[in-house]
């Protein structure tokens, strides 16, 4: 809630209690390095060991914050302690002019100075939404190691607008453990946990949730769940101002400038097909992508409503996460009958068709999240016919 553009509301009881509807039993902290979101958050926890804490909801928290860096690329770093955090912060002293006026603070040095510093305390940092547009690794450089000043970079997050189907075509990131991460700037249902990981370890504890990312003693990344990339805001390049799309090649002629005078941003379809240097090859280790649309965003479109924040859609919601107990299970394991005996024959149908792949989505660009369709017209139409 410190974070610029998040909610008050986002405070750590609703954070732990929303995450349980969504199925999700452990979440990042977020902000840790800030000290008022600290406290906030040792409040409301309690310790499991030196990097696991514990909400009386038993939803459970590991350290965790997004950063940026003199270069404005985002990391995620991940602390194996309390007293980490502290080192982080010793070490930084006279580097950040934010830090705890912020809750993603800019820190003034480069990728490789900050992946030394959290090396030292045997923590995790790995690239933010790595393919975005404004403030990512891929928008600054062409590779992890130009970035990072090594090829060991334990994890990447895909980010909204990208999949392993896409990233998997970059050769340099063979060995880079994918993650299905979002953050939530606000507690609703359609935000917390659009995206997470499964993962094959003994506890949901720091040092197993740590094996399964560097992928020892048998742990790993069983599942990555993300929403459908063709809904990021950046998938497609597009104007910031009037979200019109544009073919990259157009771009350039134009100086990156619409016909309204807005700034166009590249998608981050296009900034992967610049990175493409191999046919998609999945290693061995790479888990099943699974791509998902929010549940509140199908109902919008079911039940014919403007909004995900309307209380019908809020309260249908929750009846469904009632019945079947979290998102996940009605997306995916409810039968049909089941459902519609409680949410009706059209959105019954809607989250069948979602399963089948039947729901077509105007992809997103210049900031605008994409938009789901249940029309049966737009359904054949490819989404990035025209746009590649
Ligand atoms: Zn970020
Ligand atoms: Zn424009």
Known sequence: MYSGGTSYNMQIPAIAEQSKFKGLNTIGSGDCLNSKWLNHFLSNVSKIDEGTFEHKSGTRFILTTEIEDQRRVHHLIIFPSISSIQEFRNQIKGKSPNLDTDGRCNINLRG?????????????????????PWTSIYKEYDSLEDCYKTKNVPFLELGLSADTQMADCISELKDVTFMTNSDAHSPWPHRIGREFNRLKVKDNSYDEIANAILRRGGNKFVLNVGIDPDLGKYHITACTRCYKKYKTRKTTEIKNRCTCGGLIKKGVAERVKELCDQEVTHPPHRPKYLKTIPLAEILVQSMGLASVNSKKVQDMWKLLIQSFKNEINVLIIASRDEIEKIAGDKVAQAIVDFREGNIHIEPGGGGMYGKISLNKKDRNQSSLDGYL
């Open 112 to 132: 490789g100075e900050i992946l030394d510093i959290v090396k030292s305390f045997d923590g995790l940092v790995g690239p933010s939404h790595a393919f975005t």
